[in-house]
């Protein structure tokens, strides 16, 4: 079981709208066992950090084929950058 953390910095006042639309993105494209959403209450403000649980990286990058291929991802994405500074990935092997 893998766990993909995506940490993003919202620009300035702009998370509970990224929330938003990582909320629509979710009911778009139900990937994964466990998507949790969560925004800072310490570091970084205006943080949004996603984590989703796959059974394995091959299980992750096959959703992610089929949601960067999906036509109603490039408009949810044009939607998205305007509101944010800045993003990265990462990938855990989730032990207990």
């Known amino acids: 079981m893998i766990v993909v953390r995506a940490v993003t ?3 300035f006042g702009k998370a509970d709208e ?9 009911a778009m494209f139900p990937i994964g066992r466990t998507t949790r ?6 570091g970084p403000f205006f943080s949004v950090v996603t984590e989703t ?5 091959a299980a ?4 992610a ?3 960067f291929n999906d036509p109603r ?7 998205m950058v305007p ?9 855990y092997t989730l032990v207990e």
């Open 73 to 79: 991802f490039g408009a949810w994405f044009e939607r």
């Open 37 to 42: 959403i969560m925004t800072d209450a310490s």
């Open 60 to 63: 992750y990058e096959a959703a």
């Open 9 to 11: 910095q919202a620009k």
């Open 53 to 57: 649980e796959f059974e394995s990286f």
């Open 65 to 67: 084929q089929e949601f």
């Open 18 to 26: 990224l929330v938003q639309l990582i909320k629509e993105r979710n």
């Open 83 to 91: 509101l944010v500074e800045s993003g990265q990935r990462e990938f």
